[in-house]
């Protein structure tokens, strides 16, 4: 799962490059299409995870945050899209913005093993993922 989120975030900011530079309406179209898959499966599959690893009783709070980190922050990033945009232009606003969320896709696939070495003992207790022998 986790390298389903880093590959579908990094078709998120290909997705939004690609839509950017395009200057054929249909090309366009595909890339939006695109864009958004990418984005609703990263959601889903990170949402996935944080629900199966969190203790029952915070599950309540750890959503919140969740929530809050996609819904309470986006506005922030529009002003500085926004900002930006009118500074430099949309298309090169969006050339940084899919640049940056590729940036941050394989930074988060480079973390993954540090990440599986603590999310596997979760699942194991849990009875998700069997055993693993010692190497």
């Excluded at 299409?33 to 995870?49: E, K, R």
């Excluded at 969740?66 to 926004?82: D, H, N």
Aim: include cysteine.
């Amino acid at each position: 799962m986790g390298r389903l989120i880093a590959l579908m975030s990094g078709i998120f900011g290909v997705g939004i490059v690609a839509f950017a530079l395009s200057k054929v309406l249909l090309f366009s179209i595909v890339m939006m299409l695109v864009t958004g898959f990418g984005m609703m499966v990263q959601m889903v599959a990170s949402n996935n995870i944080l629900q199966t690893i969190v203790d029952e009783d915070k599950r309540g709070r750890v959503m919140s945050f969740f929530a809050m980190s996609f819904m309470g922050v986006a506005p922030f990033g529009s002003l500085f899209a926004g900002s930006l945009a009118s500074r430099i232009g949309a298309p090169d606003t969006l050339v940084i913005t899919g640049m940056c969320c590729i940036l941050g896709a394989l930074l988060f696939y480079r973390k993954l093993p540090e990440i599986r070495k603590i999310v596997r003992p979760i699942y194991q207790k849990m009875g998700i993922m069997p055993e693993m022998p010692l190497e």
